[in-house]
C-alpha cells in the first residue's frame, strides 16, 4: 500500500494561515474517519494534533483545525508562530487492521 | 507521568536479528494496545505492527510481515519487536507508541517513546 500523498513543503508568514493536504483513496482516507495528524520537530518524537479527522486533543492550541473531503484530508495552521515551524504527517487507518502514514510536510515559517 | 522508554537497538549486518524493548510506565500497561512504529533517517513515518491487551491478536505492515514478531509482557510492562532477516531498508528509529484509550482500537497515538535506533549495514 503507497504512502499518502502529502506537498514535500509549506511557508506562511507569521500570523498567516497554512493548509497542508493528505490525499490518499476511498480505502482510506475517504474510507474512514480515523485520519489523524502529527507535529515533528527535529530530533523529537511526533505529538498527535488531530484524530478522527477534526478533533484535537487536549493542550493542542485552537489554531489547528482538521477537515476532510473526500478522498483528501488538510491540516490549517491559523495565525502562523515561529514554534510552528516542523514536519507535519497525516495517518489513516485503511482497513485490515493497518495504518499508513504520508509522506510528510516541512512547514516553514518564513 | 507516562514514560515509554525503547532499549535494544544497534548495528546489525544484513540478514541478521535484533530484539527491541519498551518498558512502560506512569499507565496501567495491560489495559492498552501497543505499537511499533519506525522512521528511517530522513523519512516519514511508518506504522510496523500493534498487539491486543493480551496478546492473542497481532497485526503487521506489509513491509515486515513475516520478518518481525510483535509480542508483550504484562507482569513486566514491556513490549518487544522481534526482528528477522533484517535488511538494509529496515534501518530507522523505532518508536513505542500508545493511544491513550484503553477500550480503543489504536488509530492514532497519543503517548511515544523517545526511540531506538536500528543500523543494517555490513
Known amino acids: 500500500q503507497s504512502a499518502l500523498t502529502q506537498p514535500p513543503s509549506a511557508a506562511g508568514s507569521p500570523g498567516q494561515s497554512v493548509t497542508i493536504s493528505c490525499t490518499g483513496t476511498?480505502?482510506?482516507?475517504?474510507?474512514?474517519?480515523?485520519v489523524s495528524w502529527y507535529q515533528q520537530h527535529p530530533g523529537k518524537a511526533p505529538k498527535l494534533m488531530i484524530y478522527d479527522f477534526s478533533k484535537r486533543p487536549s493542550g493542542v492550541p485552537d489554531r489547528f483545525s482538521g477537515s476532510k473531503s473526500g478522498n483528501t484530508a488538510s491540516l490549517t495552521v491559523s495565525g502562523l508562530q515561529a514554534e510552528d515551524e516542523a514536519d507535519y504527517y497525516c495517518?489513516?487507518?485503511?482497513?485490515?487492521?493497518?495504518?499508513?502514514f504520508g509522506g510528510g510536510t516541512k512547514l516553514t515559517v518564513l | 507521568e507516562v514514560q515509554l522508554v525503547e532499549s535494544g537497538g544497534g548495528l546489525v549486518q544484513p540478514g541478521g536479528s535484533l530484539r527491541l524493548s519498551c518498558a512502560a510506565s506512569g499507565f496501567s500497561f495491560s489495559s492498552y494496545w501497543v505499537n511499533w512504529v519506525r522512521q528511517a533517517p530522513g523519512k516519514g513515518l511508518e506504522w510496523v505492527a500493534s498487539i491486543i491487551q493480551d496478546g492473542s491478536e497481532k497485526f503487521y505492515g506489509d513491509s515486515v510481515k513475516g520478518r518481525f514478531t510483535i509480542s508483550r509482557d504484562n507482569a513486566k510492562n514491556s513490549l518487544y519487536l522481534e526482528m528477522n532477516s533484517l535488511r538494509a531498508e529496515d534501518t530507522a528509529l523505532y518508536y513505542c507508541a500508545v493511544q491513550h484509550c484503553s477500550t480503543c482500537y489504536p488509530y492514532y497515538f497519543d503517548w511515544w517513546g523517545r526511540g531506538t535506533l536500528v543500523t543494517v549495514s555490513s
Open positions: 476511498s480505502s482510506d482516507v475517504g474510507g474512514y474517519k480515523y
Open positions: 495517518c489513516s487507518y485503511a482497513g485490515s487492521n493497518k495504518l499508513i
